[in-house]
């Protein structure tokens, strides 16, 4: 095991370098069969207290002390580390998720292109000088905030753990980062990797346990001087008033009811495949899901066949064999997600899919399904389903469409389908959404582009350069030389 630089223990935390047993031990699950095949790492306060002081340890220490060029090789390592290990990193996910196998290696690269990334980027994090009084030298630096604390949920680990901690590793803060109890052997064998890549002990710490234990631990600590949190509006809020008491900024990824506005003038062939695939990627449980599909009167026949022909070819099925979708993550997703189908049984179903003869009974599938001609204040189109769920609502011009799309209390991905290149950009000035694209959608990509919302779908950005302003925080130095 010590030569396998991916290697981690089962029911281990890694704390301050190395592996360490917790007390308490918790089920892990493949959502593909419904079995429990192992046991994750349940830490509590006692392991998080441990490990924002050896991120503290190691700020104080040789990760304080390097130079940003150094941080920035170290995280190129990584990369090049996580890039060699993207086949085994994919499945480790796919076990946990249930994620078709290729979504779980796009993941996985997505992880070494944020490294990658924010490697380049460390060592150009600048100030600014400023025009002051007579006598005066005036500029700014952008320190590191300390020890930030790192909640991530369980649908797209490598990719969250990339945005956040390659940010925050390369602005030089020491990370501490929770994973959800659903899916953490992509954040231990992230740990494993960053020992072989030799960042300096401390640096990142990675402790498995429940929200309730080690989650809520994390955002009370009163030494973590930031959080990062992703997963849903509730628990959001919980980490937001956690953090006001330690008056600690926090950046928060809830979710959202992501609208995609199709003109009729739009070129279909093009957009078929970003008006499904948006909502069945990861079996719909995507932040940035289109899991409303807006569609000109005109158009509605044609792109509601074109959209139902697709779904009745959509299987679903074990994440290994890597078809259109794989399960749900959990009986719990699972159960909620048919809590809304039934709360749409008076809705008109266009089409769907369906779940592979062979898939073992105790997997956690759905049958992905489209609903056609949804009023958009019915709870289907107003709530977050999580699932692979898709509603059509017609509208008649650019003013309704923009009103549908911005109605609902989430603001977080919107994209336009139109040849007319004035309307798109009249739409995206008008959208309330963090991102909006036009004739194209994936905020799962993009490495490059600034991510976040308003709203129920939280505040804050992260990828990008801009996720460098959220994890460090400017110090203002006035000098007088006479
Ligand atoms: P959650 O928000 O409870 O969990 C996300 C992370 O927060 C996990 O690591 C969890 O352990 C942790 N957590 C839970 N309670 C905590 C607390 N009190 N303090 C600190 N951390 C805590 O999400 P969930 O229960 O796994 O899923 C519920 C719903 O949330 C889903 O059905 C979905 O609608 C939504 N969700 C959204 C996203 C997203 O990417 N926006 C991700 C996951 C879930």
């Known amino acids: 095991m010590p030569d396998d630089p991916l290697a981690f223990p089962e029911a281990c935390a890694f704390v301050g370098g190395d592996w360490h047993a917790t007390a308490g031990r918790l089920p892990r699950e493949d959502p593909s069969t419904g079995q429990v095949v192992g046991a994750i790492a349940g830490g509590g306060a006692a392991e998080i207290d441990a490990a924002v002081t050896a991120a503290g340890a190691a700020l104080a220490g040789a990760w304080g002390a390097a130079a940003p060029a150094e941080r920035g090789r170290l995280l190129l390592g990584l990369s090049a580390l996580v890039r060699a290990q993207a086949d085994r990193l994919a499945r480790l996910e796919a076990e946990d998720v249930g994620k078709p196998l290729a979504q779980a290696r796009a993941d996985a690269l997505a992880l070494a292109r944020y490294l990658e990334f924010y490697g380049g980027a460390a060592d150009k994090i600048l100030g600014e000088t400023i025009p002051y009084l007579p006598g005066y030298a005036a500029f700014t630096w952008r320190e590191p905030h300390g020890v930030t604390g790192h909640i991530v949920p369980w649908n797209y680990p490598m990719q969250i753990i990339g945005r956040s901690v390659g940010a925050a590793l390369a602005a030089g803060?020491?990370?501490?980062?929770?994973?959800?109890?659903?899916?953490?052997?992509?954040?231990?064998?992230?740990?494993?990797?960053?020992?072989?890549?030799?960042?300096?002990?401390?640096?990142?710490?990675?402790?498995?346990?429940?929200?309730?234990?080690?989650?809520?631990?994390?955002?009370?600590?009163?030494?973590?001087?930031?959080?990062?949190?992703?997963?849903?509006?509730?628990?959001?809020?919980?980490?937001?008033?956690?953090?006001?008491?330690?008056?600690?900024?926090?950046?928060?990824?809830?979710?959202?009811?992501?609208?995609?506005?199709?003109?009729?003038?739009?070129?279909?062939?093009?957009?078929?495949?970003?008006?499904?695939?948006?909502?069945?990627?990861?079996?719909?449980?995507?932040?940035?899901?289109?899991?409303?599909?807006?569609?000109?009167?005109?158009?509605?026949?044609?792109?509601?066949?074109?959209?139902?022909?697709?779904?009745?070819?959509?299987?679903?099925?074990?994440?290994?064999?890597?078809?259109?979708?794989?399960?749900?993550?959990?009986?719990?997703?699972?159960?909620?997600?048919?809590?809304?189908?039934?709360?749409?049984?008076?809705?008109?179903?266009?089409?769907?899919?369906?779940?592979?003869?062979?898939?073992?009974?105790?997997?956690?599938?759905?049958?992905?399904?489209?609903?056609?001609?949804?009023?958009?204040?019915?709870?289907?189109?107003?709530?977050?389903?999580?699932?692979p769920v898709q509603v059509l609502i017609p509208f008649d011009d650019e003013d309704e469409a923009a009103a549908i799309a911005n109605g609902t209390p989430y603001g977080l991905v919107a994209a336009v389908w139109t040849a007319d290149g004035a309307r798109a950009l009249r739409l995206a000035r008008r959208l309330r959404a963090g991102q909006v694209f036009v004739n194209t959608y994936g905020a799962g990509g993009g490495v490059e582009l600034p991510f976040g919302g308003s709203g129920r779908s939280g505040h804050g950005r992260e990828k990008g350069l801009e996720a460098l302003r959220g994890f460090t925080q400017l110090k203002t130095v006035a000098l007088w030389h006479g």
């Open 173 to 387: 803060n020491a990370c501490v980062v929770k994973p959800a109890e659903d899916a953490c052997q992509t954040a231990l064998a992230f740990a494993a990797l960053a020992r072989a890549a030799g960042l300096p002990p401390g640096a990142v710490n990675v402790v498995p346990g429940t929200g309730a234990e080690a989650g809520a631990a994390l955002a009370a600590h009163p030494r973590v001087r930031h959080l990062s949190f992703t997963g849903s509006p509730e628990t959001g809020t919980a980490v937001q008033a956690a953090a006001a008491r330690n008056h600690v900024p926090v950046t928060l990824e809830l979710g959202g009811k992501s609208a995609q506005i199709v003109f009729a003038d739009a070129d279909l062939d093009r957009a078929l495949p970003f008006l499904v695939g948006a909502g069945i990627q990861n079996a719909g449980q995507t932040c940035s899901a289109a899991a409303r599909i807006l569609v000109e009167r005109a158009a509605l026949a044609r792109v509601t066949a074109a959209m139902a022909a697709r779904y009745r070819a959509l299987r679903a099925g074990p994440a290994l064999e890597d078809l259109d979708l794989g399960p749900l993550i959990s009986a719990r997703q699972k159960a909620r997600v048919e809590s809304y189908l039934a709360r749409g049984a008076g809705l008109a179903r266009a089409a769907q899919g369906r779940v592979a003869d062979h898939a073992p009974a105790g997997g956690h599938y759905l049958a992905p399904v489209l609903f056609a001609g949804v009023p958009p204040d019915h709870v289907l189109a107003q709530e977050e389903i999580f699932g």
